[in-house]
């Protein structure tokens, strides 16, 4: 049912702009992409959300291109606590009547001093 | 507001009995979700409802059952655990299904079945 590709881990030392990108082949016209953070023991929690092109705010970028079949996740001059795992969500319509908001597996980052 | 709030935080079951795990929401969300997260499989959807009365299944629903008697309750029952049922479970809940909808989650329960 998964319907999102991200990389499984990223490493990146404190300043850096990391980029993350996820695959999406299969997205709905009306879905929007959402992106989520989650520190250890902890839930997930929102970071941004976009349709196309680019949005901003004061945590990071998603850029979206035109077929909207992936999209990346910038976060610039990462720090430390900037350490977590990304999701990207798409909406899965998939199974027959059924909307079901499905997570990749996510990307560890690991931001190095 | 609260948010979403889990209980209990953390939990020791023998396989084949049952238990609860509790999800209470207070922001008058529609749409509430039980995921399940393992090592290295992200987060799984188990059982979601769009209201009060309805429920459907998710990516791994055996073993699990739930219900939604009132907006602010989504209880997520195992029957007869089982060691594969060790996991961290998530609750989440949005103002609707909508994808352009924020899921805000619980800060988990921490499942062990010997």
């Known amino acids: 049912l998964a319907k999102t590709t991200q990389p499984i881990s990223m490493d990146s030392y404190e300043g850096q702009e990391v980029n993350i990108t996820c695959s999406h082949n299969?997205?709905?016209?009306?879905?929007?992409i959402t992106w989520y953070q989650q520190f250890p023991s902890q839930g997930p929690r929102f970071i941004i959300q976009?349709?196309?092109t680019k949005v901003t705010n004061e945590v990071a970028s998603l850029f979206i291109p035109a077929d909207r079949k992936s999209s990346t996740l910038s976060l610039p001059r990462v720090s430390l606590s900037d350490t977590a795992v990304y999701y990207c969500l798409v909406g899965d319509r998939s199974g027959a009547g059924s909307y079901q908001l499905t997570f990749g597996k996510g990307t560890k980052l690991s931001v190095i001093p | 507001n609260a948010g979403v709030t889990q209980t209990p935080k953390f939990q020791v079951l023998k396989t084949g009995q049952s238990m609860t795990l509790q999800c209470a929401q207070d922001m008058n969300h529609e749409y509430m979700s039980w995921y399940r997260q393992d090592p290295g499989m992200g987060l799984r959807l188990i059982h979601y409802?769009?209201?009060?009365?309805?429920?459907d299944q998710g990516e791994v629903p055996n073993g699990y059952n739930v219900s939604r008697s009132t907006t602010e309750d989504f209880p997520l029952r195992l029957l007869s655990a089982a060691p594969s049922q060790t996991s961290v479970y998530f609750c989440?809940?949005?103002?609707?299904?909508?994808?352009?909808?924020?899921?805000?989650f619980g800060s988990g329960t921490q499942l062990s079945v010997l």
């Open positions: 976009g349709y196309k």
């Open positions: 409802s769009v209201g009060a009365g309805i429920t």
């Open positions: 299969n997205i709905a016209t009306n879905d929007y």
């Open positions: 989440a809940s949005s103002y609707n299904r909508g994808l352009n909808e924020k899921l805000f």
